[in-house]
């Protein structure tokens, strides 16, 4: 298990060195791979581990800097896999739901259930765009939101502005600085600086919960 998860730490942080393998190996095939693997990541509740941001940015980084990739291309194809992620997740969620919520599975973290389900209680439909930008919250928000009382015609929407927005900005931010000499020396450190961005929304959501909670027990001990 310690060595699966240096190995998926080591392709998140060096997503560029991976990719550019994968374009060797593979050549077009690295389009259906990617299409792959951001479907994965949307679309199965089991799958949050998978890495998106950083993917993203390195696809745009490659397309710029060793032509291999068409950026257009690419923001099509990944464009129609997030937007088919969502769509499944969200009829799982809708189909299963109900059930995995009073049950206690191996591969689906029910505290990650619980937090996506106050990000939208807090949040709204709005989260179905805004968790688009939080690992993690993003693979669990289409699930939440079959298993809630969103309907899918508003669902869609959301899904469909929420998937441009994340594909276009880490696509073409990656490809737009991907000549760029800083970012080929220290693309790991972009990385890291990426995905801690990334996860702010959710250690300040976390954080704020966690001080409501304290403050509501402060109060109801108060009143004894």
Not at 81 to 95: H, K, M, P, Q, V
Not at 107 to 112: H, L
Not at 150 to 168: D, E, K, P, V
């Amino acid at each position: 298990m310690i060595e699966f998860i240096k190995h998926w730490i080591d392709i998140i942080l060096h997503a560029d060195r991976t990719l550019k393998l994968l374009v060797v190996e593979y050549q077009d095939w690295t389009y259906l791979i990617l299409f792959v693997i951001i479907f994965c990541e949307t679309g199965l509740v089991i799958t949050p581990f998978l890495p998106g941001d950083s993917l993203l940015f390195a696809a745009g980084t490659i397309a710029s800097g060793l032509g291999v990739l068409n950026i257009y291309s690419l923001a099509g194809i990944l464009l129609l896999a997030a937007f088919a992620g969502d769509n499944s997740n969200y009829f799982i969620g809708r189909f299963i739901g109900p059930k995995v919520f009073g049950m206690n599975l191996r591969y689906i973290r029910k505290d990650y259930l619980e937090r996506t389900h106050a990000f939208y209680q807090k949040h709204g439909g709005k989260t179905v765009i805004i968790a688009r930008f939080v690992p993690i919250i993003r693979t669990f928000a289409p699930f939440v939101a079959g298993v809630g009382t969103m309907t899918y015609r508003r669902f869609i929407l959301f899904s469909i502005a929420g998937s441009m927005l994340w594909i276009n900005t880490f696509l073409w931010v990656g490809f737009l600085l991907g000549t760029n000499g800083f970012i080929q020396t220290h693309f790991t450190l972009v990385t890291i600086f990426i995905i801690i961005i990334s996860l702010l929304p959710a250690f300040g959501a976390a954080a704020k919960a966690r001080l409501a909670g304290r403050r509501r027990i402060s109060t109801e001990a108060g009143e004894k």
